[in-house]
């Protein structure tokens, strides 16, 4: 299976920014596309960017215009930048990745992975 490594979660003060990163590992023919999700305490996991293989981007209402998703196809890894972040911004981040891959066998298989998650804590 393809597994995913997110880093550069971390505590940062209202207005500052980070910026997440999220790289798919294990045998990849191509991934069809790229998101950032975040569950809150209490709150259902919601989608926050999203990036497809054509570089189209979406984005969730609340992050637009402070947040720019963007992937390096070479290194088949996603970023998040995050600026003006809010304390309604807390979560723990979730990168999700789903595209084909060869298995240890050399067949082609589709996935669908998600990492581990990194705290974001936005807090004075």
């Known amino acids: 299976q393809v597994q995913l490594v997110e880093s550069g979660g971390g505590l940062v003060q209202p207005g500052g920014s980070l910026r997440l990163s999220c790289a798919a590992s294990?045998?990849?023919?191509?991934?069809?596309?790229m998101g950032w999700y975040r569950q809150a305490p209490g709150k259902q996991r919601e989608l926050v960017a999203s990036?497809?293989?054509?570089?189209?981007?979406n984005y969730a209402d609340s992050v637009k215009g402070r947040f720019t998703i963007s992937r390096d196809n070479a290194k088949n890894t996603a970023y998040l930048q995050m600026n003006s972040l809010k304390p309604e911004d807390t979560a723990v981040y979730y990168c999700?990745?789903?595209?084909?891959?060869?298995?240890?066998?050399?067949?082609?298989?589709?996935?669908?992975?998600w990492g581990q998650g990194t705290q974001v804590t936005v807090s004075s």
């Open positions: 990036i497809a293989s054509a570089d189209s981007t």
């Open positions: 999700n990745a789903h595209g084909s891959y060869y298995t240890i066998y050399g067949f082609r298989s589709d996935f669908d992975s």
């Open positions: 294990a045998r990849i023919i191509s991934i069809r596309a």
